[in-house]
């Protein structure tokens, strides 16, 4: 009865997997308005193999938007035939397909392969994104900590394990029923045959129900070892430009490590990212709401992507971006964008204006007016470049960016006694005054030992007196990031899963302390045994650095320098865009990836190009901050005007004017005090002190 019931639901469930395997490379007419059928050549492996096919317009290369008149045709129907804007297969072989729109045409090739062979769904790769698509292990529904109405599933079900001993064991296996499929709680109450709070989640005869059915019917198969894992996932077209109006379908491809290249479109989650310019609904469905650019974020099986969807402003005279200045490769790169983008670019600014801004974004204080006056008679045409190199050089410079590192690494008498707290300002101070490389600066963090007033950076370990923290803490200050959520589950917003989370803390759960000598004075040291615990499995994850190699349990070095090599690493994907997006938001106001703490992949830079070539340049003059901080004050797009210009005006992401910003309390606190010639009392401090002096923010004024 099992057979004749998997080849029943087999007939009917044919919509419900796509197996594309890409063999070559789009083909489409010449010309600067042709087209191409996406995702171009690709093979169909199985009876249930279907995959979306787009007919896109190209423009300069680019995706331009779908063409209303197509006509889509195969060229041997008994082996691939088209159903609306779909591949399916009909026997094994090969044929080609044929996209016709007014006098352009485009073509890609289709293979079908084991079309004879039978169709088990997988519970790991079918099942379960399923389940997420429909809702039922989202966190306000089974996801949830506690479960829904006795029914636990996990959190977009990142434990396969666990998820299919709930369906299959758990409530004695009264949810499942291989003998009768349909019959099966798992069909009823989703279906909303028997009373379900959540609602009908699934039609009776979908290509979800007949899924489930058909899993059953095939003895509900649990997770197996030996599973296809996922990879990655993409969307097609990966950048698309709009008109205003205009509509995109997406389609979405998850490939696994056996090759194969599943169309997923059907059950992944999307989201836009500035729905001011465009939004998408949960087909991929992806339309026009202004003007700018936003990125379209997409997940499926604890992978994500992003694609991004232009919608140029009103054409400007192509003159002002060839003319507008340029002094270096940023300038170069935000042209570009800007172009693409028609926003025409502010011209530079005043003298008066640049010095004042260089003053306050570099060193914290306002120019006197002896230094303002001597500036602006200068007539020499280096002379920005000249007073750069000054105040890259002033001691000032100094207080500045040892308070905003100090920041950065928690440095507060709130956590800390006042000597270790002072001890660790005096070590950040002094790395800012020897002007310490950025990856030494991180590396000595991280492997810091001794006692904690001899070695102030041995602090950090006070204040992250647990594996978790420390980990947390190290990811947000070097990498941007934060893998909190990992703690618990799968991230929902990141690639990092839980077991990557306890791999990553793990690499710190041997660091100890002990009493020493003096108020406030500890001892940090690496033991050589101890592990952190995964609440999962109740074991402890190999130590491994996020998309690193682990470490062996048994290894008795410090794991810190394992983790140190890696964190600073040329070939770490995240440690110099960090800093580089830190110190960019200092200078421009507006990170590249804002906000500087939540550079995860669903949250792509507003300029990726530039971002990758900043981050390149700061690992040449091997993170010298200063090199990268001289390069940013000398281009025309920091010395551009604040003044808007045109279109320009509702820019707020691409730097096509310089915009204002909000100054840091401390530095508006000091230049009130210069202003008025009334120093500030700060408690405790003597009488002239600048609150960027301060070792401590925990003062009263």
């Not at 062979?117 to 997420?132: A, E, G, H, T, Y």
């Not at 105040?391 to 440095?411: C, G, H, I, K, T």
């Not at 994907?573 to 110190?583: G, H, L």
Request: proline share 7%; charged share 20%; net charge neutral.
């Amino acid at each position: 009865m099992q057979q004749k019931t998997a080849n029943h639901f087999a007939s009917i469930v044919i919509a419900c997997l796509l197996i594309a395997i890409y063999a070559a490379p789009v083909r489409a007419a010449d010309g600067p308005d042709s087209i191409a059928i996406l995702p171009g050549d690709f093979t169909l492996a199985g009876p249930v193999a279907r995959q979306t096919l787009l007919v896109e317009k190209l423009h300069d290369g680019r995706a331009a938007g779908e063409p209303d008149d197509v006509t889509l045709t195969s060229s041997d129907p008994n082996v691939v035939k088209i159903h609306g804007k779909t591949a399916v297969p009909v026997s094994n072989g090969k044929a080609t397909l044929t996209a016709t729109s007014g006098d352009r045409t485009a073509s890609a090739s289709v293979t079908v392969t084991a079309f004879d062979k039978p169709f088990v769904p997988s519970f790991r790769n079918d099942i379960q994104p399923m389940l997420m698509a429909g809702g039922c292990s989202s966190g306000a529904c089974h996801g949830a900590a506690a479960g829904k109405n006795g029914f636990k599933l996990s959190l977009r079900g990142y434990d396969d394990e666990g998820d299919w001993r709930a369906l299959t064991r758990h409530a004695m296996g009264r949810r499942i029923d291989t003998a009768d499929p349909g019959r099966s709680l798992v069909l009823l109450k989703p279906t909303a045959a028997v009373p379900h709070k959540g609602g009908e989640r699934v039609k009776p005869g979908s290509i979800e129900y007949n899924l489930l059915a058909e899993w059953i019917a095939s003895g509900a198969p649990g997770p197996r070892a030996d599973d296809a894992r996922i990879e990655r996932i993409e969307i097609v077209p990966p950048a698309v430009t709009l008109a205003p109006g205009g509509q995109q379908q997406l389609v979405v491809l998850a490939h696994f490590n056996d090759g194969r290249v599943q169309d997923v479109t059907r059950w992944a989650k999307y989201t836009a990212a500035d729905t001011s310019v465009a939004t998408v609904d949960d087909a991929g469905k992806v339309k026009v709401a202004g003007r700018g650019e936003a990125p379209i974020v997409a997940w499926y099986l604890s992978r994500l992507t992003t694609a991004t969807v232009a919608v140029p402003f009103e054409a400007s005279d192509p003159g002002l971006f060839t003319s507008s200045p340029r002094r270096n490769f940023i300038d170069d790169l935000v042209i570009e964008k800007l172009k693409s983008l028609n926003l025409p670019p502010s011209p530079r600014s005043s003298d008066g204006e640049f010095l004042r801004r260089a003053y306050l974004d570099t060193i914290g204080v306002l120019p006197t007016p002896d230094e303002a006056r001597a500036f602006l008679a200068d007539s020499a045409p280096d002379k920005r470049d000249r007073w750069i190199e000054s105040l890259l050089n002033r001691p000032e410079f100094v207080d500045y960016w040892a308070y905003r590192w100090s920041d950065l690494l928690l440095v507060s008498s709130r956590s800390l006694k006042p000597a270790g707290m002072r001890a660790y300002y005096a070590w950040v101070r002094q790395q800012v005054a020897d002007n310490t490389p950025w990856d030494q600066f991180a590396r000595r963090v991280v492997t810091a030992t001794g006692s904690t007033l001899e070695n102030g950076a041995a602090n950090f370990y006070l204040l992250h007196d647990d594996p978790s923290k420390a980990a947390e803490t190290v990811s947000v200050a070097f990498l941007g990031m934060s893998v909190n959520c990992a703690k618990c589950h799968n991230h929902p917003l990141e690639k990092w899963t839980n077991n990557q989370y306890y791999g990553f803390a793990n690499l710190f759960s041997r660091v100890r302390t002990k009493n020493a000598t003096g108020d406030g004075n500890f001892v940090v040291f690496a033991a050589a045994e101890g592990e952190l615990i995964q609440p999962l499995t109740g074991k402890p994850q190999p130590p491994q650095p996020l998309d690193g190699q682990a470490v062996s349990f048994d290894d008795p070095a410090d794991r810190r320098v394992h983790a140190s090599d890696w964190l600073v690493s040329r070939d770490n994907p995240y440690f110099a865009r960090a800093i580089v997006n830190r110190v960019w938001a200092n200078y421009l106001g507006v990170g590249l990836v804002e906000s500087v703490d939540d550079m995860r992949k669903t949250n792509p830079a507003s300029n990726e190009a530039l971002l990758g070539a900043l981050s390149t340049y700061l690992a040449d003059q091997k993170f010298d901050l200063k090199s990268l901080m001289r390069l940013i004050l000398q281009s025309e797009t920091y010395q551009r005007s604040s003044q808007p210009v045109g279109t320009n005006s509702a820019d707020k992401r691409f730097y096509s004017h310089y915009y204002t910003k909000r100054m840091m309390a401390e530095v508006a606190l000091d230049a009130l005090s210069q202003l008025t010639a009334v120093p500030t009392q700060l408690k405790d401090y003597p009488l002239g002190t600048r609150s960027v002096q301060l070792p401590d923010s925990n003062v009263d004024s």
